[in-house]
């Protein structure tokens, strides 16, 4: 008796493991008026859509996936845009939410030809650990609205002849720490800075300015990249914004301009 509950208990515990196994989720496609990630008819080899134990990999070239207002909220062990196959892989997002328990990665092999991109305008995208830009070959994020919310670290252009390009036209990436690499002689790695805005835990100026410097952060406005910290939040803020005094006269000019029309 002691012997069959024994092994009954055994086999519950490799059950219970063997749920718990993660496994990978390819997106093979997608219809042009149909390829939400949330939908169980889509494009995941026929495995549904993939649970928050689950790898995710946007890796078919020209089938792009969509992630909108529709979805509530998308939950995965790791997550991947580009992977192993040749050509553009592409993530386009305008709502909902995206969370990854683990690592996030755009770019994540070295194979020849393999591009990842993230276009953001809306919603939210949080990592619970990195969240890789070109890890191993080319990974672009365009964002002009949005959150995304890094667990540890933003890495960019990290291995091999990765290169990671962040173009913050809007919206806001936070994040612990800050490591931009580059390890491509012909594609440059930076962060392209208007009207978007880095956050990074605790004072991190002196960092950021030093990227500055190396022409790795980089204000595609008229104006120059500031780094101010926030004792009160612990908190360094990164923009590239109008200075304040040059904002004011130029909205008391045109109040002016318009009072005196009137």
Wanted: aromatic residues 10%; charged residues 20%; glycine residues 10%.
């Amino acid at each position: 008796m002691k012997k069959i509950v024994f092994f009954l208990l055994l086999f519950s515990i490799l059950a219970a493991g063997e749920a718990l196994a993660a496994t990978n989720h390819y997106w093979s496609g997608g219809d042009p008026d149909n390829n939400l990630i949330n939908d169980p008819d889509n494009y995941w080899d026929d495995k549904g859509v993939p649970g928050q134990d689950d790898n995710v990999f946007i890796g078919r070239p020209d089938y792009y996936a969509v992630c909108n207002e529709n979805v509530t909220d998308f939950q995965v062990k790791e997550f991947t845009i580009a992977k192993e196959k040749n050509g553009l892989c592409q993530l386009d997002m305008s709502g909902g939410s995206i969370s990854v328990a683990e690592m996030f990665f755009i770019a994540k092999e070295s194979n020849n030809g393999v591009e990842g991109v993230l276009n953001i305008s809306g919603g939210t995208i949080s990592s619970g650990s990195w969240f890789n830009i070109g890890s191993r070959n080319k990974g672009t994020v365009n964002m002009t609205g949005g959150l995304i919310d890094v667990g540890t670290k933003l890495a960019m252009g990290m291995y091999v002849d990765a290169s990671g390009v962040l173009n913050l036209d809007g919206g806001t990436v936070q994040a612990q720490t800050l490591q931009i690499e580059g390890q491509s002689t012909t594609e440059p790695t930076k962060i392209n800075i208007s009207y978007g805005t880095l956050k990074l835990e605790g004072d991190k100026v002196s960092d950021v300015l030093s990227f500055v410097s190396a022409g790795k952060i980089v204000s595609t406005t008229s104006y120059d990249v500031t780094a101010s910290y926030d004792s009160n939040l612990d908190q360094t803020l990164v923009t590239a914004p109008e200075p304040a005094t040059l904002a004011f006269l130029s909205a008391g000019f045109f109040a002016l301009r318009k009072k005196r029309r009137s």
